[in-house]
């Protein structure tokens, strides 16, 4: 066995020693009559109707009355996954594309367009945007605070637009962590294994006065390096220092206010290709990646007398990061206001408005550069949404989102959604209709980089040169959804969302006239410039199952079909700059098994299929993942995590853009947590 020996031999023997447990405990966890133990989650299945959410109409709605594709992750499921990072925890939500690239880098997409650089998704952590204005994305390795203090999140698939605006488009992710109410006390966690080489935890809540509380916190771990596709180790470790700090206060009966704040640096590696587009002569070689940044957020909440409620937020998120050899700067500073009114008995209005400057800055002279090398963006923005009472079963909502982008000015992003659930009943059907928009980013209208150079004799070379448009428009979706949830019984429920949308002005990438410029060598330069010249159609649905299938066992199965056709326009003279071999898959399946056993022990199990892409050369693969805890009375708990237990090594992605994809290996780690 190539790779990594050291480490197959004992995970091997771990992943066939968890699929026996797996048959056997599944076999005789219906007969089990052992005293009750820990519940398995804080919402059993008959209660799906009544799970509260607020990311579609940015106020608290039960699931029942929402007209939208929404999948929550509670605390439970994350703390029973055993997952390290916040990618492999999106693995549970139906719809979502999660594909590792390598150690410390991942594509993530809501029903398409996945990429290493996907922009088509906007990621909030407690209501702040941390998506990148370079290229309208996220970087995931910068999003990793401890688990532990995540309270849930809210995957909506389907555009947001209308309330979050800029990048909302296939959908929104939302994080949301607890209130340091909540986390009194002390915990200390600590780990390690084969892939996560180490991991540690220490945090401490308080109260903060009469009427408040506060939480602060250190956390570190080290990953590993996964492996080449000849077996070999690849060099994409990553290490990361994470501090924070979250403190709540009742300022009265009626006001609240929140403060959070947090640091962090990565210390990473990568394996890159000498150019963008893979030749059989490039030079493989690897790079230091590192960063670093930290951010401060506060938000205040006032209740009026009536029961409207309003809250004012500000944050400020900065980062420092070379990547590609690339050094990059970012500021942003955003102001949000928001009100909800109760007028009368039909209506709900939820309205805002919103500013937003971010500064960035690439530094000039690299292989990679922007024009200009330092910009300053505004967003302005406003926003209103009505919920409207038809009836007793019918709920009406119309709403939209008024935004001024740097970039291509004003534009308007309108939705419409019905929902209908009677008094009582175990069943809700609902539809909706949107539109929205992915706004330019700096990439668009200013890079300049060259893609390849291909020497065709000793004195002559071709160099193929990518240039920004700063004429680019935004890319835009008109979207329709049907949705159903039904509580079939009290043990089994079931939620579909079936969708077809329609994009246009999509990214291509346009080929121009040719330049020869004299020197030694002689230069043929082919320039390429981003355009807005394809199109696209996409249908599919998402299905997710909860089913209790006795007291102590419960299966999470779920299902995604997606088919897209992608056109360009008969004036292109380029291709599309996403294709259906890497950015649409067709079917992903997963199910999910949490089981509890006697002894205050407890056996999960996850199992994730991705289905081969059209056309694409990554073959379907699958993941499996198991856990197994045991609690100590209510403070302390070790666990035995395996990851990606069914081979020795698998390719999810491959290569992006200039980064060579590495295969996840298997691993297996082990956590102690502690709590006083």
């Known amino acids: 066995m190539t790779g990594h020996?050291?480490?197959?031999?004992?995970?091997?023997?771990?992943?066939?020693?968890?699929?026996?447990?797996?048959?056997?405990?599944?076999?005789?966890?219906?007969?089990?009559?052992?005293?009750?133990?820990?519940?398995?989650?804080?919402?059993?299945?008959?209660?799906?109707?009544?799970?509260?959410?607020?990311?579609?109409?940015?106020?608290?709605?039960?699931?029942?009355?929402?007209?939208?594709?929404?999948?929550?992750?509670?605390?439970?499921?994350?703390?029973?996954?055993?997952?390290?990072?916040?990618?492999?925890?999106?693995?549970?939500?139906?719809?979502?594309?999660?594909?590792?690239i390598d150690a410390n880098s991942w594509a993530i997409s809501v029903r398409g367009f996945n990429s290493r650089y996907s922009n088509k998704v906007l990621v909030l952590i407690d209501g702040r945007t941390v998506y990148t204005p370079s290229f309208s994305g996220v970087f995931w390795e910068h999003l990793n605070m401890p688990l532990e203090d995540i309270e849930r999140i809210e995957v909506i698939r389907g555009p947001g637009a209308t309330v979050w605006g800029a990048n909302a488009v296939n959908g929104v992710i939302s994080i949301f962590t607890k209130s340091a109410k909540d986390t009194k006390g002390g915990l200390v966690t600590a780990g390690g294994g084969s892939q996560v080489h180490a991991l540690g935890l220490v945090q401490y809540g308080g109260a903060a006065g009469k009427n408040g509380a506060f939480r602060a916190y250190g956390k570190y771990f080290n990953i590993g390096n996964s492996a080449m596709p000849d077996g070999s180790p690849?060099?994409?470790?990553?290490?990361?220092?994470?501090?924070?700090?979250?403190?709540?206060?009742?300022?009265?009966?009626?006001?609240?206010?929140?403060?959070?704040?947090?640091?962090?640096?990565?210390?990473?590696?990568?394996?890159?290709?000498?150019?963008?587009?893979?030749?059989?002569?490039?030079?493989?070689?690897?790079?230091?990646?590192?960063?670093?940044?930290?951010?401060?957020?506060?938000?205040?909440?006032?209740?009026?007398?009536?029961?409207?409620?309003?809250?004012?937020?500000?944050?400020?998120?900065?980062?420092?990061?070379?990547?590609?050899?690339?050094?990059?700067?970012?500021?942003?500073?955003?102001?949000?206001?928001?009100?909800?009114?109760?007028?009368?008995?039909?209506?709900?209005?939820?309205?805002?408005?919103?500013?937003?400057v971010s500064t960035s800055g690439v530094s000039p002279g690299y292989a990679v550069a922007l024009s200009p090398p330092w910009r300053t963006d505004h967003l302005y923005s406003g926003f209103v949404q009505d919920e409207i009472r038809a009836s007793d079963s019918l709920w009406l909502t119309v709403g939209c989102k008024l935004e001024r982008n740097s970039y291509t000015g004003l534009e308007i992003e309108p939705s419409v959604r019905l929902a209908w659930s009677a008094p009582g009943s175990r069943n809700a059907i609902w539809a909706a209709a949107s539109k929205a928009n992915r706004q330019p980013a700096r990439v668009d209208t200013g890079i300049r980089t060259d893609l390849r150079t291909i020497p065709i004799t000793s004195d002559f070379i071709q160099v193929l040169r990518l240039s920004g448009n700063p004429r680019i428009k935004d890319e835009e979706l008109r979207d329709y959804e049907v949705g159903y949830r039904s509580e079939i019984t009290t043990t089994l429920s079931l939620d579909i969302a079936t969708f077809l949308s329609f994009y246009r002005h999509l990214e291509t990438v346009e080929s121009q006239p040719p330049v020869v410029i004299q020197g030694s060598p002689v230069q043929l330069i082919v320039p390429l410039m981003f355009g807005n010249k394809a199109s696209a159609v996409t249908y599919g649905g998402e299905l997710s199952l909860r089913w209790k299938v006795t007291s102590r066992w419960r299966i999470r199965p779920g299902y995604s079909y997606l088919h897209a056709t992608i056109r360009q326009d008969p004036s292109s003279h380029g291709a599309a700059s996403l294709s259906l071999d890497t950015g649409f898959p067709q079917n992903m399946f997963q199910v999910r098994s949490s089981l509890n056993l006697p002894w205050s022990t407890e056996f999960d199990q996850s199992l994730y299929y991705t289905a081969r892409l059209p056309g694409g050369s990554i073959p379907g693969h699958a993941r499996l993942d198991l856990r197994l805890g045991r609690h100590f009375g209510e403070r302390a708990e070790i666990s035995l995590v395996g990851q990606n237990l069914l081979r020795s090594r698998s390719t999810e992605y491959g290569d992006s853009f200039s980064i060579v994809g590495t295969q996840s290996v298997r691993s297996v780690y082990g956590q102690i947590a502690w709590r006083f």
Request: with cysteine; glycine share 8%; net charge negative.
């Open 5 to 100: 020996p050291a480490i197959s031999t004992t995970s091997c023997q771990v992943a066939h020693l968890g699929l026996v447990l797996a048959l056997c405990l599944s076999t005789i966890a219906a007969g089990s009559a052992q005293e009750p133990q820990v519940d398995l989650s804080r919402m059993d299945v008959e209660d799906l109707m009544d799970i509260k959410v607020t990311s579609v109409s940015k106020r608290e709605q039960r699931l029942a009355r929402t007209a939208a594709a929404v999948f929550v992750i509670n605390q439970e499921d994350i703390r029973r996954s055993g997952a390290t990072n916040i990618p492999d925890l999106l693995r549970m939500a139906p719809g979502v594309d999660v594909e590792q």
């Open 234 to 356: 690849a060099a994409d470790h990553w290490m990361r220092v994470h501090g924070g700090f979250r403190a709540d206060w009742d300022l009265s009966g009626r006001d609240s206010l929140m403060v959070q704040g947090d640091l962090f640096a990565n210390q990473a590696s990568q394996t890159r290709r000498s150019g963008f587009i893979a030749m059989p002569f490039d030079r493989i070689f690897n790079q230091n990646l590192d960063a670093a940044g930290g951010d401060l957020l506060a938000r205040w909440d006032h209740t009026f007398a009536g029961g409207s409620q309003t809250s004012f937020q500000a944050y400020y998120d900065t980062y420092r990061r070379t990547d590609m050899g690339v050094p990059e700067v970012l500021r942003t500073f955003d102001l949000d206001f928001q009100d909800h009114i109760a007028a009368g008995d039909r209506h709900n209005i939820v309205w805002g408005l919103g500013y937003r």
